[in-house]
């Protein structure tokens, strides 16, 4: 995976120890928290640490938006080892300008361009806005099945989706 990503308004780069106060901030809203399934709410300075210094998160990038922290966005391999999962979260105060699908449609590119490998990713049930961004880049459903959410303590239908490398490609020609 590329270590920068820039797209017409966004910086994609690793995250770094600096970031921490910002995603703990970010993270840490309700109104966020509660669609990220690996999440622990409350949210804390530690936790964040923790995950930037995961070596998962090498294979993730904060989003940058005129220098100011907004989200994060990654790829990282499912539990059970056989396919790359992209997953993303943006700030609240960064809804509802197109950001992520932005940000996500560079990522499915720039992993396309180095691998044939499957994509999946997928939505709690009711977050519209994560279903409208994985629609509009192509994905597809492919099972309802349910998910433990940490945020909630509980497990919550999700849809699980996938993108293949001719879909890409047939999608975005």
């Known amino acids: 995976m590329t270590d920068v990503i820039e797209t017409k308004r966004l910086k994609l780069r690793r995250y770094k120890a600096s ?24 949210y804390t300075l530690s936790d964040a640490k923790e995950f930037i210094g995961d070596p998962m998160s090498k294979e993730t990038f ?25 997953g993303y979260w943006l700030g609240k105060p960064y ?13 499915v590119a720039d992993h396309f361009a180095q691998s044939d490998d ?17 629609s509009k880049l192509g994905f597809v459903n492919t099972e309802l099945l349910a ?16 993108m293949t490398k001719d879909r890409w490609r047939h999608h975005h020609e």
Not at 95 to 107: D, H, N, P, R, Y
């Open 19 to 42: 970031d921490a106060a910002d995603i703990t901030r970010l993270i840490g809203d309700w109104d966020v928290v509660k669609w990220l399934t690996a999440v622990p709410y409350p």
């Open 62 to 86: 904060g989003l940058i938006l005129d220098g100011r922290f907004a989200g994060g966005i990654g790829l990282h391999t499912v539990s059970d080892g056989d396919h790359l999962e992209l």
């Open 95 to 107: 809804w509802g300008q197109g950001l992520m699908t932005e940000a996500a449609q560079a990522v």
């Open 118 to 134: 499957n994509l999946t990713s997928g939505y709690l049930v009711g977050n519209q806005p994560s279903q409208n961004v994985l």
């Open 147 to 162: 998910r433990y959410c940490r945020s909630q303590a509980k497990e919550l239908p999700l849809q699980r989706m996938q």
